[in-house]
T-cell receptor, first 117, second 113 residues
Framework: AQSVTQPDIHITVSEGASLELRCNYS??????LFWYVQSPGQGLQLLLK??????LVQGIKGFEAEFKRSQSSFNLRKPSVHWSDAAEYFC???????????????FGKGTKLSVKP | EPEVTQTPSHQVTQMGQEVILRCVPI?????FYWYRQILGQKVEFLVS????????KSEIFDDQFSVERPDGSNFTLKIRSTKLEDSAMYFC???????????FGPGTRLTVT
């Protein structure tokens, strides 16, 4: 069965420092992978996605993620964190087999990011 | 920019009562979803809906749950007889006919007492 693991429950970084949030997935075929961010009281906002092609994908708010098939990973990175990045981050894999992204998403447990001034 | 809306933002109900959570997906979207997130746990898929019928459902989505698209704009999730363990944040999402992203609403927090 497909699954997503985010090994870090809570990470604290200083403002201006670099960030890497880890995500590992288990999926038999080529996965469709996503990172979502959830600010308090808000819904889930898509940061970026990977379907195929270039394994380094750029997203909104200065985030990027790299797909590594050999490691079954899709880690999220940002070179310099801003205080407004404090939120919860969810990695997800699309579970369906629709050839698109209409299938249901399987989420990791999330990583809460705190930013120190 | 169009967005998915959900009402109410917070619903408190007593165990055994029926609740209906409402969602208004983005107007030209064709695929609709409900997810839930129990406090401190991950977001879990409940059901997907396309062409006026359920496409997929998870094992969570038992006979106590139902979904409906009663008109051209609303998408509802009904829980017939709520249990304490139904307390969670419920997210609605929709997906356009083409495109590659599910758009999520802000969620409804359901508290069952």
């Amino acid at each position: 069965a497909q699954s997503v693991t985010q090994p870090d429950i809570h990470i604290t970084v200083s403002e201006g420092a670099s960030l890497e949030l880890r995500c590992n997935y288990s999926y038999g075929a080529t996965p469709y992978l996503f990172w979502y961010v959830q600010s308090p009281g808000q819904g889930l906002q898509l940061l970026l996605k990977y379907f195929s092609g270039d394994t380094l994908v750029q997203g909104i708010k200065g985030f990027e993620a790299e797909f590594k098939r050999s490691q079954s990973s899709f880690n999220l990175r940002k070179p310099s964190v801003h205080w407004s990045d404090a939120a919860e981050y969810f990695c997800a894999v699309e579970a369906g087999n629709y050839g698109g992204s209409q299938g249901n998403l399987i989420f990791g447990k999330g990583t809460k990011l705190s930013v120190k001034p | 920019e169009p967005e998915v809306t959900q009402t109410p933002s917070h619903q408190v109900t007593q165990m055994g009562q029926e609740v209906i959570l409402r969602c208004v997906p983005i107007s030209n979207h064709l695929y609709f979803y409900w997810y839930r997130q129990i406090l401190g746990q991950k977001v879990e898929f409940l059901v997907s809906f396309y062409n006026n019928e359920i496409s997929e459902k998870s094992e969570i989505f038992d006979d106590q749950f139902s979904v409906e698209r009663p008109d051209g704009s609303n998408f509802t999730l009904k829980i017939r007889s709520t249990k304490l363990e139904d307390s969670a944040m419920y997210f609605c999402a929709s997906h356009p006919p083409q495109g590659d992203e599910q758009y999520f609403g802000p969620g409804t927090r359901l508290t069952v007492t």
